[in-house]
């Protein structure tokens, strides 16, 4: 899980030209601006990640205007991921040690696109016939066994725990990581901006998940509709035969984050093979010969030879430039090593300790509000 709020360091301070009321911080490899004065080089501070969404109180009152969600913003030039807030914020009986995770503490959660909002709530959603009018449904609703007969019990149900989710984590909060495998010869792909879609085979079963939802078959839905015209079920089994195996792309295209690559229709871009079994990832070799086989593409494959470094700053300048699919900036970059690797010593909120991590473009998330 995500530590959208934790108990960090002070890193450095530097100054902002031309500007006499705030200064630029460094926390973890964040970089963001604060008021100057308000903390000193090595200072505990509470960190609030971007993509964060605070409670309706008074000390946030400042974020009402952007709905209590932390953005990437810009500031007298400088870009500024997150905020800081003095430990002071903290419940007077909180633990105070860096590191310390208190997103819960603070009652923070974390930002879903709308398109994955609107799919979760249609989990609870009541099938009623068409044939029973509004009216009717409005009655009918205000007693339990009816809603309870009329609920979508055997539809969208929650995301296969034999699989991973697509989450990925960023590269600023992964400094030991880069120290450790620093000078590992990797590969890194863009990281394209849509719907994450999941297809699977598990004991003869075929299905296709959202980020967090096993969907039911509907060839009406963009998930379903896009496996279907693709005739991923037929090439599953042709190519996998009965083994029980995952593959995770990214579904772009209209209707799907506003559409930023102006695609007419939609498209699969896949990134990972998982083989459920044997509970491994398949290395870039694997997936590159799995895409072939299907037919399917894959992620655009930036570098196949990139050896890795250990400054923050420089991976997040990797990250900028333009998509290699359409005239817009990339949304960012994903690497990992040739090889897979699991190292479960870091402790980094690693998905699976799989040592992959995105470095995420700051322009694009300027010019989209992200």
């Not at 959208?4 to 100054?15: D, R, T, V, W, Y």
């Amino acid at each position: 899980m995500r530590n959208l709020a934790s108990i960090q360091k002070i890193g450095n301070l530097e100054p902002i030209p031309n500007a006499d009321a705030i200064e630029k911080a460094t926390v973890l490899g964040w970089e963001l601006v604060v008021k100057k004065g308000d903390f000193r080089i090595g200072d505990l501070c509470v960190y609030c990640e971007i993509d964060s969404i605070l409670p309706e109180k008074p000390e946030f009152e400042f974020l009402r205007e952007r709905k209590f969600r932390v953005r990437t913003i810009r500031l007298r030039g400088q870009i500024s991921q997150g905020i800081c807030f003095p430990i002071t914020i903290l419940p007077k009986d909180a633990p105070v040690e860096e590191g310390a995770d208190v997103t819960a503490l603070l009652g923070i959660r974390k930002y879903e696109p709308q398109d994955e909002l609107k799919m979760c709530k249609q989990v609870n959603k009541l099938d009623y016939p068409k044939w029973i009018p509004e009216w009717l449904r409005k009655t009918l609703h205000r007693f339990y066994f009816i809603r309870a007969y009329f609920r979508k019990r055997s539809h969208e149900k929650s995301f296969p725990s034999l699989i991973p989710k697509t989450d990925e984590t960023r590269v600023q909060v992964l400094q030991p990581l880069l120290y450790k495998y620093a000078g590992l010869m990797c590969y890194y792909t863009e990281k394209l901006d849509g719907s994450s879609i999941t297809i699977y085979q598990i004991n003869g079963k075929f299905g296709v998940c959202s980020r967090n939802i096993d969907l039911h078959r509907d060839k009406n839905n963009k998930y379903w509709e896009a496996v279907i015209e693709h005739d991923l079920e037929h090439k599953f089994k042709t190519l996998f035969g009965k083994m029980d195996v995952a593959m995770q792309g990214e579904l772009i295209g209209e209707g799907i984050q506003g559409n930023k690559y102006k695609l007419k229709g939609r498209d699969i871009y896949f990134f990972n093979i998982y083989y459920i079994r044997s509970g491994r990832y398949g290395n870039l070799n694997e997936l590159q010969t799995a895409c072939a086989s299907l037919n399917e593409k894959m992620v655009p494959l930036l570098s196949d030879n990139y050896i890795l470094q250990s400054s923050v700053p420089e991976l997040v300048e990797l990250s900028k430039g333009k998509s290699v699919i359409a005239e817009t900036l990339r949304e960012g970059i994903v690497i990992r090593p040739l090889e897979e690797i699991v190292d479960c010593d870091l402790h980094c909120n690693l998905v699976r300790n799989r040592v992959s991590f995105k470095s995420v473009n700051p322009e694009f998330l300027l010019k989209y509000g992200e």
